[in-house]
Structures are given as structure tokens and as C-alpha cells.
């Protein structure tokens, strides 16, 4: 559905939810379903979506679609999630990954639980995409956060990020990268550590950011870089350069970078989902 054609009492919210971000999670452990405290966070990370979701709702949000981007993408209870969301659960192989379900006539995007890149000091399990394979990523020479890259899929739809939350690390280069968007950060790291709010504060700040980031969502544009596009991967081994660099439409320009150039953005991302 086309945004020309919507109905303007209309409000679609579409919400990316990640777990390292979550308040509390300061292990690899905490976030895999094998950990003993795995429970308690998959718990949590329901509520900050839950408190996504109420916000979206105070700011009279007609539609709600809550994608669950975690590992397995089965992590947050369907049982306790607030109606009217819809949650889209598990992984389809679609290249749209953490923002799929996104598509034209959807208002605004928030993302919840997210972590920094790769490489980003005092950051809580700082990351991109792969923890075990990629170094860092950079889209026309700028080094992207799984945010960025979530943000130029939303972009593609025409569809402003406007709020973020997670630890201090992403919520500054999201606001780096997007502007002047709301975000709440519900911890900061120290070291390997983290230091967190209590969890009912950090719940509190996300449900109020949510309804201010939408209330004037109308000063936030969707990121739409111009063509042509050129996605750099900076992969932690040799092998996988020598591997990806050999896929079509990628090449290798150094020891450990792939490259790959295209005028669609859509073009480019999908190329990007064959290459970690």
C-alpha cells in the first residue's frame, strides 16, 4: 500500500527488536538460549518491546508490526506481547533479515535492543552481523552499525528511523548516522562490563521516547543515500575475502576486503546477504 493512498488518521509502526541491547545483558551467555539466565533477558527484552509498543500506542498508532531480530528470531513471548502487535517470528531467508515485514506506508521504525559495531570500545558485545566473521562494514564509505544498515532498508520504503534504544555506544552512532532522533540508552559499557538502569526506569524512558519520537516524526527523513552505491566488508580472516571476493558482483581489494558497487540500494543489500 502506497503512502499517497493511506487513510490520514492512519499511524503504521514497525519495530526491529535485537537482545545484546537489552538493559542488563552484558554476556554472550545472557542472549543464547542455551544460558542459564537466558530466561530472564528473553523475559526483559519482551517488556522493552512491550514498552515500545505502548508508546507507539499513546501516540495513537493504528498498526504495529514487531520483528523479533535475534539469533533464532524466537525470543520474545508471543503470549505476553501487547495486542494489536503483530510479531513476525523466525527467519524466511528473506534479505530484508532484521526488518522484514518492512514495506511502503509504514510511518515511522523504531529499533529496541540494539548494540554497537564491531570494534566500537567500551560498548556491550559490539558486533556486525557475523561476531565470528565480519570486522566491519561501511556503505559509501561510512562504517554502519547493524542500525545503519536496518536504517537503509527502512530508507528504501521511505520510512524514517526514529527511535533507538539500546547501550550508549549505538545510541550514538545511530544518532550520528540518522540525526536527531530519540534515543534512550538503557546502559553503557566499562570495559567488558556493563552499567545498567533498573529495568522498570529504562521501560519507563523507552515508552515515553517512543511516544515523542512519533508525535513528531514528521521532522525525521528516511536515509536514502545517492547512487551509485559501494558496500565495503572488512572480514576478520583472509579466507573468507578469498571466498566472497569470488561471488558474482563482489570483488576482493585487499587481503581482507570485499567490495561491491551497484545504483540500487536494494540491489546492493541484496548482494550484502550473500556476503557474511
Not at 26 to 34: I, K, Y
Request: glycine share 8%.
Amino acid at each position: 500500500m502506497h503512502a499517497e493512498k493511506k487513510n490520514k488518521l492512519e499511524l503504521r509502526v514497525f519495530i526491529s527488536v535485537d537482545m545484546e541491547g537489552v538493559c542488563g545483558v552484558s554476556a554472550w551467555e545472557d542472549v543464547n538460549r542455551d544460558g542459564l539466565d537466558y530466561g530472564e533477558f528473553r523475559e526483559m527484552m519482551t517488556q522493552e518491546t512491550n514498552a515500545a509498543i505502548q508508546g507507539a500506542l499513546d501516540a495513537g498508532a493504528t498498526s504495529i508490526t514487531v520483528r523479533d531480530a535475534h539469533d533464532s528470531a524466537r525470543n520474545i513471548l508471543p503470549r505476553r506481547l501487547l495486542p494489536p502487535a503483530r510479531l513476525i517470528r523466525g527467519w524466511s531467508g528473506s534479505w530484508q533479515s532484521m526488518m522484514e515485514g518492512i514495506e511502503e506506508g509504514y510511518d515511522a521504525a523504531l529499533f529496541v535492543g540494539y548494540h554497537a559495531k564491531a570494534g566500537t570500545p567500551d560498548a556491550i558485545l559490539e558486533h556486525t552481523m557475523s561476531s565470528s566473521r565480519i570486522q566491519d562494514i561501511s556503505v559509501n564509505g561510512i562504517s554502519m552499525p547493524e542500525a545503519g544498515l536496518n536504517a537503509l532498508i527502512a530508507g528504501i520504503y521511505n520510512v524514517p528511523v526514529v527511535f533507538a534504544a539500546g547501550e550508549k555506544a549505538v545510541c550514538d552512532q545511530c544518532s550520528q548516522l540518522l540525526g536527531d532522533i530519540e534515543t534512550v540508552a538503557v546502559k553503557h559499557g566499562r570495559g567488558n562490563a556493563s552499567v545498567n538502569l533498573h529495568p522498570d526506569e529504562a521501560l519507563k524512558l523507552i515508552r515515553s521516547g517512543v511516544r515523542k519520537a512519533l508525535l513528531s516524526r514528521s521532522r525525521f527523513q528516511a536515509l536514502q543515500p545517492e547512487a551509485p552505491h559501494t558496500l565495503n566488508i572488512t572480514y576478520k580472516f583472509e579466507e573468507d575475502a578469498a571466498r566472497f571476493g569470488t561471488f558474482p558482483g563482489a570483488h576482493r581489494i585487499s587481503n581482507w576486503e570485499v567490495s561491491s558497487t551497484a545504483d540500487s540500494m536494494q540491489d546492493l543489500l541484496k548482494t550484502f546477504q550473500l556476503l557474511h
